[in-house]
Each structure stands twice: as structure tokens, then as C-alpha cells.
């Protein structure tokens, strides 16, 4: 994972909402995610959607862990409403790699995404 950012930054999408659960913000305006929460979600998608632009070939195993992750900590979240759309991304990535069986690491990345 030290070898793709996304896949490396995306660790953060998961602690990410568990630090905001443990120490939530009481102000009357919270309505969610924390602001750094929100960003490195953001920096995660950017970095995912920049691996996809920059493969012509299909989706890798750490591209697929960095969604994985990004789709963890969405369910740990206060809102997820992209978490459909993420959801079918991944299918669309794991479909196009030929199934869960087509991914690497020995089974390990089919059974993150089957988690």
C-alpha cells in the first residue's frame, strides 16, 4: 500500500470518522463529517479518480483497496450519500478485472471486498 497514495491515504478515510465519533464536535452547526474528515475524503477520491484517468488498463488491486477503504469509512460516517455510487464502482471495477477471482494478493483483495 506504501506504493499508490490513494490506497495508502484512504487508511485515513477509515479512522477518519471513528476520531470524529470519538471526539465530536458539539458546536449547533455540525451536520456530519468533520471539515478533515471531509478533505481527505476528497484528496482520496482525487487520487482514485487520477489512477483511473491515468490506466488505460483496468482498475488495480490498490486502486481497489483505496475504494474499499474510501467505502468503509463512508459507513462509519454520519452521512453517506455517495456511498451507492461508490458501491457500483466498485462492482463496475471488480466486473471489469473478470470477478473476484481475477483480483491479486492471493485472495486477500477479494476478501477485503467481499468484507
Not at 458546536?27 to 475524503?41: I, W, Y
Not at 483497496?65 to 467505502?71: M, T
Not at 463496475?92 to 486477500?108: F, H, S, T, V, W
Request: net charge negative.
Amino acid at each position: 500500500m506504501y506504493e499508490d497514495p490513494a490506497a495508502f491515504l484512504s487508511t485515513l478515510c477509515i479512522s477518519a470518522p471513528y476520531v470524529d465519533t470519538m471526539q465530536p464536535d458539539t458546536s449547533p452547526n455540525r451536520q456530519g463529517d468533520s471539515a478533515s474528515t471531509l478533505a481527505v475524503r476528497q484528496e482520496v477520491m482525487g487520487l482514485i479518480n487520477r489512477n483511473l484517468r491515468q490506466t488505460a488498463r483496468k482498475a488495480d488491486d490498490l486502486t481497489i483497496v483505496a475504494v474499499v477503504q474510501l467505502l468503509t469509512g463512508e459507513m462509519m460516517s454520519l452521512t453517506c450519500e455517495s456511498l451507492a455510487v461508490h458501491e457500483h464502482g466498485l462492482t463496475a471495477m471488480i466486473m471489469e478485472r473478470g470477478g473476484l477471482e481475477q483480483l491479486g494478493g492471493n485472495g486477500r483483495v477479494a476478501s477485503t471486498c467481499t468484507m
